[in-house]
């Protein structure tokens, strides 16, 4: 059952308990989630182990499921700002790749916490159904890079393909990565774009050694170079 925020809540966010935020609670949120899992963990469980009220985890989240979302989203953000820091002078395929990879560099050690939120969004049919939403805004981002570089309004073919394509490439990159434990994100990612850029041409698919990123981890070989 989802949990969403009382009709007549205020969306303003004042009158938080001294200490409390929102990364605050998403930490106690993953771990009872991973604990006891998505359906079985209550809002109220959250916010008395972060010792606020139910009312005041409304006002960081709309309902119990945006918790999961909140570190795509700020990818959303980075990527943004990213490319918007990018020179006009790199091409825009590059552009993408080195921008979403600069999003999604994490830190060994936050690692965990990330495998933990990719399983539960892949596993759970509410928060899968609740994906479109979020994976539009990210669409929208590459989208409306693209139309800045091209002149194309965003919401014509050439950049919307582009957008799909890229989320699309990186969620096929994000799942081969979730299947092994020991697994560079970024190098899946990489490899992901990268083959996309090519247009899949029967070079680019036949460069990776056969092993390939799939088995060992290893970036596949550059088909312009």
Not at 51 to 77: H, I, M, P, Q
Not at 79 to 93: F, N, P, Q, Y
Not at 117 to 129: F, K, Q, T, Y
Not at 194 to 220: I, M
Request: with cysteine; glycine share 6%; hydrophobic share 45%.
């Amino acid at each position: 059952m989802t949990e969403h925020a009382p009709a007549g809540t205020p969306s303003a966010r004042r009158g938080r308990p001294p200490g409390t935020s929102a990364r605050k609670l998403e930490v106690i949120a993953l771990r009872l989630f991973a604990e006891q899992g998505f359906h079985q963990t209550t809002v109220d469980e959250i916010a008395a182990l972060a010792g606020v009220s139910r009312r005041t985890f409304f006002r960081y989240y709309d309902a119990k499921s945006d918790v999961l979302w909140n570190e795509f989203d700020a990818e959303v953000e980075t990527i943004r700002t990213l490319l918007a820091e990018i020179s006009d002078e790199l091409g825009i395929m590059d552009a993408i790749r080195s921008a979403v990879l600069a999003a999604n560099h994490y830190r060994a050690q936050d690692v965990p916490e990330l495998r933990t939120r990719m399983h539960l969004l892949n596993s759970v049919p509410e928060l899968a159904a609740s994906a479109a939403i979020h994976y539009d805004a990210w669409e929208r981002a590459i989208s409306a890079y693209v139309a800045h570089r091209t002149g194309h309004p965003a919401n014509t073919l050439y950049p919307l393909v582009v957008g799909q394509a890229v989320l699309a490439a990186c969620r096929a990159g994000y799942d081969r990565w979730a299947a092994r434990a020991d697994a560079d994100l970024t190098l899946y990612l990489d490899a992901a774009l990268r083959v996309l850029a090519t247009g899949f041409t029967d070079q680019a698919l036949t460069a990776a050694p056969a092993s390939g990123v799939e088995d060992d981890g290893r970036r596949p070989a550059d088909p312009g170079s």
